[in-house]
């Protein structure tokens, strides 16, 4: 017997709905690539996205088509994403800092249909034009001024495409299963692999992300996403902030500068920020360069890659910020877990709080977790068994895009291999110790490259570290340290090998540490360990 409830679909169109009534004068204030501070409000945000709604029907797109953005995080970013997913479109978000071959695939391979640029990624547009030749036009997110130079045919400025049209708009009762958004994981190893969003997982990973125990989103709150909306859905920021109302804060192209994120946080005062490690690096060298405190920030949710604990400690030291870390992955919409303290904590020394910052998080309701060995048997919640971490549940990928049945990542029984290695205590903090990829695996015993990594962050000498397996005679693999020094520290390989003692295990230590200029990254600031692998690959010891 079915419940005698409404079946109203979950979509995010009811979002621009309910905010608009609810929240119509709380601000948004994006720096964009053309002003240095535009300010509005969400009553104006939505006259906006209603205008683009009507503009894209125009275009002649129908239900399901992918509408491609590049841009930054700034107000019309945010508008394309609820002007084309609640019109029944599919919102592709590119990295602009991905490889150009990488950008023509997925574009391609998405079959977009229209393409929204910020104006200065215009040249990359163009350099590529010939290669996405099934690109409809392209719509320049700036002022009418904005397509002037351009060699791009059928473009137009998103102020002059929406500049006549109505601010009324009836949004469609879509399927709360319909497609609406579209992102490529970064394709380390392999093609770019397109996960594919709908409305209802959409909603429900919003509900969860601004839970008490997530991220605690209120009206109250004043959120700065520094996690580029081009990237799995800015965590599910925009959704999240507009369901309570939150204001909402956008650093544009200044991502990674540590003065206007600065200045942003004290003058708009931010009092929650997400973002991966090294963005909170620039922050808080530049914080601590100046001798400058954050007044107003509460707390901080960072995830991406793991969080040094030096990174922690800065936080509550010098800035009374609570960091709460959270883990996930583009194929997870993108969250998994995130730290909160649970009920019993209140006890807990500073240090014994440190320690749990420093894992990944507790499961959300709506991510069943698990961690199984080499031959697929569950291993216990101990907080000691490490083994590959699965995940299931309603925001989490069940295929990628036009690749159907490939699903290499999922388990025969319906759940999806993260392809992290993690641990999981009793109390269910998750802690990851390494990609599988990345794992070290020395005389038959896992290392966690993560750990000594994190650990030996907190040199004050050291401004990145990474470790990689080298092979060895006897012991198959064993670590090396890679090290980039804090600019003019004097630091030898003894130093950084004495402040490990005692702190790892000592068959953990590091074979050999190295000085390097600078560790290479992938297009999310992640660090990348294939490219040191092959720099390194006949490295001896
Ligand atoms: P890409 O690496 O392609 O950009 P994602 O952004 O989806 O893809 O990255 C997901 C991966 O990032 C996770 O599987 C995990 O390895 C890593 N990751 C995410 N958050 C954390 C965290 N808090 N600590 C350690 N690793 C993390």
Redesign the pocket.
Known sequence: MHGLMMDTPLLISSIVEHADINFHDREIVSVTADESLHRYTYKECFQRVRKLANALEKLGLSEGDRVATMAWNDYRHLESYYAIGGAGYVCHTINPRLFPEQIIFMINHAEDKWLMIDPMFIPLIEKIASQISDVKGFIVMGDEGSTKDTTLKNVISYEALIKDESDQFEWPLLDERAAMGLCY??G?TGDPKGVLYNHRATILHAYALIAPDAMNLSNRDCVLPVVPLF??NSWGSPYGAMMVGAKIVYPGPKMADGETLYNLMEEEKVTVSLGVPTVWLVLLQYAAKNNLKLNNLQRTII?????PESMIRDFHDNHDVFVQ???????MT?LGTVMSMKHGMEDLTHDEIIALQTK?GRGMFGVEMRIVDDNQAILPWDGVAFGALQVRGPWVCSDYYRLDGSADAHTGDGWFD???VAKIDPEGYMQ?TD?TKDVIKSGGEWISS?EIENTAMGHPGVAEAAVIGVAHEKWTERPILIVVKVKDASVDKQDILSFLEGKIAKWWMPDDVIFIEEIPH?A?G?IKKTALREQFIDFKL
């Open positions: 994981t970064s380390t990237h799995v995830g991406g890659a793991a969080v870390q959270a883990w996930g992955m583009t194929e993108p990944q993260t392809g992290d990851i990609r993560i992938t999310t992640k």
